[in-house]
């Protein structure tokens, strides 16, 4: 099976980066899309960035050219880097790996 975990949150000043990591078990990570949603608080889980099992890439409006999501099959790991951070960017991101999610990380931008 497929089990996302989620780490490299944390509080950073605005302008300020985080690297977000996602280790998935199981042997169909490298076929399966990979996708990071946020939920600020008291909201609906949005879209952030997505990407395909070949790497092709999807960001939100409003991350892209801050935000850039990876894969590396070989690891099954997946990654959000996300630089010039604003406080709007702040909530819980969650990795899910086709309909797999992980519990989230925490990011918290100060301003």
């Known amino acids: 099976q497929v089990q996302p975990v989620e780490s490299g949150g944390g509080m950073v000043q605005s302008g300020g980066s985080l690297t977000l990591s996602c280790v998935a078990s199981?042997?169909?990570?490298?076929?399966?899309?990979m996708d990071w949603y946020r939920q600020a608080p008291g909201n609906q889980y949005d879209l952030v960035a997505h990407?395909?099992?070949?790497?092709?890439?999807n960001y939100a409006d409003s991350v892209k050219g801050r935000f850039t999501i990876s894969r590396d099959n070989a690891k099954n790991t997946g990654y959000l880097q996300m630089n010039s951070l604003q406080p709007e960017d702040t909530g819980v991101y969650y990795c899910?790996?086709?309909?797999?999610w992980g519990k989230g990380t925490l990011v918290t931008v100060s301003s």
């Open positions: 899910a790996i086709g309909v797999h």
């Open positions: 199981g042997s169909t990570f490298s076929i399966l899309p």
């Open positions: 990407i395909t099992s070949a790497g092709a890439t």
